[in-house]
């Protein structure tokens, strides 16, 4: 069965560096989504895309978060710089793609990028 | 706006004891409801799902029904086993393809 892969599973990082995370999506999905998890709560939508476009980025702290699609496939996260507030698990989801089935579409999400920041 | 309200965990059980989970939502239109499930160093699994008034959704034994008389989506388990035991996330979709989640409720089954 295909899955969104995620890397890396866990990282720990200090304040004021950068950290990446990347993601996969499930082959042929053409909408992809960043949440974050802050522990004990449900996730949050950080940012998603319709192929390589960026279709809501309303909740992203652009001033030190970015994330990209290049191509359309993979995706990239990024922080800089880092701060403690930021430890949580980010995950990554994908589906089939606006049109495919609206609201009643199913996510599939890979198993997270746990960071912890010091 | 939209929002998801989940009954408070944890919540700890025997092992083929009967499982609720409380969810109501707060939506406009028609939102489609969503029972996503984590196991423990996991991402989320999607459990059930229900587009309409009075769908039911069902997997694995885990049955859910979308009440839009009370804007509800309660899960139930009718025996639940210890490989049940994991955080559950009820989920609303108001057709705009952003998912919004309730805080989750941890389930602990024990043998």
């Known amino acids: 069965e295909a899955e969104v892969a995620q890397s890396p599973r866990y990282k720990i990082t200090e304040k004021s560096q950068a950290v990446a995370f990347w993601c996969d999506p499930i082959?042929?999905?053409?909408?992809l989504y960043w949440y974050r998890q802050i522990l004990g709560q449900g996730p949050e939508l950080l940012v998603q895309?319709?192929?390589?476009?960026?279709?809501?980025d309303s909740q992203l702290p652009k001033d030190r978060f970015s994330a990209e699609r290049l191509k359309g496939v993979d995706s990239t996260l990024k922080i800089q710089p880092a701060e403690l507030g930021d430890s949580a698990m980010y995950l990554c989801?994908?589906?089939?793609?606006?049109?495919?089935?609206?609201?009643?579409?199913?996510?599939?999400f890979g198993p997270g990028t746990r960071l912890l920041v010091l | 706006g939209n929002s998801v309200t989940q009954m408070e965990g944890p919540v700890t059980l025997s092992e083929e004891a009967f499982l609720t989970i409380n969810c109501t939502y707060t939506a406009t239109g028609y939102p489609s409801l969503f029972w996503y499930v984590q196991y423990p160093g996991e991402g989320l699994q999607l459990l059930l799902k229900a587009t309409k008034a009075d769908d039911k959704g069902s997997n694995k034994g885990f049955e859910a029904t979308y009440r839009k008389e009370t804007t509800s989506f309660h899960l139930e388990k009718g025996s639940v086993q210890v490989s049940d035991s994991a955080v559950y996330f009820c989920a609303l979709n108001p057709n705009d393809y952003k998912l919004s989640f309730g805080a989750g409720t941890t389930v602990t089954v024990r043998a």
């Open positions: 989801a994908s589906s089939l793609g606006i049109g495919q089935g609206g609201g009643s579409e199913t996510q599939y």
């Open positions: 082959s042929g999905h053409a909408t």
């Open positions: 895309f319709q192929d390589e476009s960026v279709v809501d």
